[in-house]
């Protein structure tokens, strides 16, 4: 630490900032050399210095020792404090940021977020809850009300990239890039289940929507069907050189019905649907994408790359071409009853139907678009802005309030198609408040970490 002397432009004095802390984790040298310091912020009375260490410490302007200080699970990044002193903003390397009380020594973690893309989610239709895992290799739980962070999984090396949420009981199935899936019970805090059927990432993961079966699929072409009224939920059947092969199918290469009796693939190749039946994922159907090439002269062999269901009462299958199509499917003929052409103008990353059957939501090209889902209208969608990467998936909530996309990070958007009117202009509704106004009613907000068979959750409360 430098301090300079502003008029004659000299340094004053330097000063070597030591930890106070017996942490297991700090690195062997720093008590030789000093803190690692990121960031540092000053004021009339005191100096805090935010460090690699993860501790966010208050100095007297003398440092002659820690007045205060704050763990946090990252590196601290970057401080501020408040003008009236009484408060530290922090922010951390791992996406966290929160405030530092310091008349009370109590601390609020305002928000947590990834760190890195975010690859599916899946939502709790129960208890309004998503789930979202990521290339930082973490599961989290957020809350759709407060968008608090209610739970973090996570291991060192394993990286999820599919999931889903159990539509009855609250447990959700996590896919891997390693082929692993693994079944969790968020209400117990364990792990139900692993199995390892699959040698290549996972491309699909889901429930049936009336929680019997659970299904996976792997980029190695391997389809699985497992029982879902067992705990251990139990292999069933597996089929190998089914799905199509590949990881751009990720994380939506299968679909299930509403109610549940029939399941949806791309496969056994990019150019072909394949409908099964969901009990015995005997073949019921397949629907050959070659045969609906557009009458434009082009001589390129079209290939699926996105599908789902919509609603039972519209009775389609709705797949999504490479050549950015939208086909929409009679479910249980497989007859091509429409096409809307350059849904996008590059790619369509995501798509999901309102369960209503009125709209229609789409991802690509950063952007979002909401359709009139039977097009009868001059101009049948608009589009919304706001990512400023790619959009890997969008979902409509279960109350069909809002809409959630995510790709760098999550997006919550107001619905307003029911023909809700907002309480303030631009669309959204009064925010709820995180932060009282009243002194001392803000609760302290811990973590604490459990271990399940190897991952390390971080519950907090």
């Known amino acids: 630490m430098f301090e300079v002397n502003c ?37 009339e009375a005191f100096c805090v210095t935010g460090s690699d260490d993860g501790y966010l410490r208050l100095w007297p302007l003398d440092f002659s020792g820690v007045i205060l200080e704050a763990e946090h699970d990252g590196p601290v990044s ?24 310091i008349s009370t020594r109590s601390y609020k973690t305002l928000m947590r977020s990834h760190t890195q893309q ?37 291991a060192a090396s394993e990286k999820p990239c599919a ?20 079944v969790f019970n968020i209400a117990t805090a364990s792990m139900l289940a692993e199995h390892r059927e699959h040698k290549g990432l996972i491309t699909g993961l889901a429930f049936s929507p009336n929680g019997e079966h659970m299904y996976s699929a792997g980029s190695h072409g391997i389809l699985v069907l497992y029982e879902g009224s067992t705990e251990d939920f139990s292999v069933q059947r597996m089929l190998v050189n089914t799905v199509a092969r590949g990881d751009h199918f990720a994380p939506d290469v299968l679909a299930v019905t509403d109610d549940s009796q029939r399941l949806a693939i791309i496969g056994p190749s990019e150019y072909v649907v394949t409908v099964m039946d969901t009990r015995t994922l005997d073949e019921v159907l397949r629907i050959d994408i070659t045969t609906m090439n557009p009458d434009n002269g082009s001589t390129n ?42 849904i996008h103008r590059s790619k369509c990353s995501s798509l999901d139907p309102f369960s209503t059957g009125h709209f229609l939501a789409t991802a690509g090209d950063k952007v979002l678009k909401v359709w009139d889902y039977h097009m009868r209208m001059d101009l049948n969608f608009q589009v919304f802005i706001g990512h400023s990467e790619a959009i890997i998936k969008v979902r409509f909530t279960p109350d069909l309030l809002g809409l959630v996309s995510i790709g760098e990070a999550i997006f919550i958007w107001d ?10 202009p631009g669309g959204r509704e009064e925010p709820t408040k995180f932060i009282s106004d009243e002194p001392g009613a803000n609760k302290f907000i811990f973590s604490t970490n459990i271990s399940l068979w190897g991952w390390k959750q971080s519950v907090h409360v």
């Open 118 to 154: 975010i690859l599916s989610c899946s939502f709790d239709p129960a208890r309004r809850c998503l789930v979202t895992v990521s290339d930082d290799e973490t599961i989290r739980v957020w809350d759709l009300d407060t968008l608090c962070q209610l739970y973090d999984f996570r």
């Open 163 to 182: 999931v889903t949420y159990h539509p009855h009981q609250q447990l959700f199935a996590c896919g891997f890039r390693n082929g692993a899936v693994r």
């Open 7 to 43: 008029d004659l432009i000299v340094v004053h004095k330097v000063r070597r900032l030591l930890p106070t802390s017996n942490r297991q984790d700090v690195v062997a040298t720093s008590s030789e050399f000093g803190i690692g310091i990121n960031c540092i912020s000053v004021n």
């Open 415 to 424: 619905f307003l198609g029911d023909g809700r009117i907002p309480l303030e």
């Open 78 to 101: 970057g401080l501020d404090i408040n003008v009236d002193g009484l408060s530290v903003l922090a922010a951390t390397l791992t996406c966290n940021i929160g405030i530092l009380d």
């Open 301 to 342: 062999v079209d290939s699926a790359v996105r599908l789902c269901y919509a609603p039972t009462s519209v009775r389609q299958l709705l797949v999504v071409t490479a050549g950015c199509r939208l086909l929409k499917l009679d479910a249980y003929s497989g007859q091509l009853l429409s096409e809307i052409t350059n």
